[in-house]
T-cell receptor, first 114, second 112 residues
Framework: EPEVTQTPSHQVTQMGQEVILRCVPI?????FYWYRQILGQKVEFLVS????????KSEIFDDQFSVERPDGSNFTLKIRSTKLEDSAMYFC????????????FGDGTRLSIL | QKEVEQDPGPLSVPEGAIVSLNCTYS??????FMWYRQYSRKGPELLMY????GNKEDGRFTAQVDKSSKYISLFIRDSQPSDSATYLC????????????FGTGTRLTIIP
């Protein structure tokens, strides 16, 4: 069964450094998402991406965050200058379309900021 | 009031029992309702996906939505140890808004 894959599974970064989290969505999907889950808290929406542009973003997704689909298969989340509070699990998701099409999640990247 | 509320548990039941998991919500705009299962160190795995009010059954799983009460449920029949996981409810408004709002998750353990 097709799945969303994320790399790396664990990323350790010094505070203030840039980090790029990578995702390969399911191949025929058109909508892409990033969510995060701080330890012990609920999964929170960050951003949705469709047709090569951001379609929606949360208040968490400030100027330090950016997303990109650099080619036909990858979808990335960049955090420009990481803070301690960015430590979390970051999940990528994709869906075939909008409306009745569900979102399928990857297994996440655990980001640890030191 | 939180947008989506879910009892975090933990909930322990014996193998073979019927499990009932629930979420309440406050946003009447929510139209799409999902249940995800999350094993330790894994991503959310979609279990059930329903639109508006009513019931949906898939094998041992039944999802119920009561929009008038702003209440959704997931029932697991003949529970198995492999059902031990955290169960997340998620929901979103209608077409054009793709953001999922999650509950905190209920940690479920099935005791053999």
């Amino acid at each position: 069964e097709p799945e969303v894959t994320q790399t790396p599974s664990h990323q350790v970064t010094q505070m203030g450094q840039e980090v790029i989290l990578r995702c390969v969505p399911i191949s025929n999907h058109l909508y892409f998402y990033w969510y995060r889950q701080i330890l012990g808290q609920k999964v929170e929406f960050l951003v949705s991406f469709y047709n090569n542009e951001i379609s929606e973003k949360s208040e968490i997704f400030d100027d330090q965050f950016s997303v990109e689909r650099p080619d036909g298969s990858n979808f990335t989340l960049k955090i420009r200058s990481t803070k301690l509070e960015d430590s979390a699990m970051y999940f990528c998701a994709s869906s075939l379309g909008a409306g009745l099409q569900p979102q399928h999640f990857g297994d996440g990247t655990r980001l640890s900021i030191l | 009031q939180k947008e989506v509320e879910q009892d975090p548990g933990p909930l322990s039941v014996p193998e073979g029992a019927i499990v009932s998991l629930n979420c309440t919500y406050s946003n009447s705009a929510f139209q799409y309702f999902m249940w995800y299962r999350q094993y330790s160190r894994k991503g959310p795995e979609l279990l059930m996906y329903t639109y508006s009010s009513g019931n949906k059954e898939d094998g041992r799983f039944t999802a119920q939505v009561d929009k008038s009460s702003k209440y959704i449920s997931l029932f697991i029949r003949d529970s198995q140890p492999s059902d031990s996981a955290t169960y997340l409810c998620a929901m979103r408004p209608n077409f054009g808004n793709e953001k999922l709002t999650f509950g905190t998750g209920t940690r479920l353990t099935i005791i053999p």
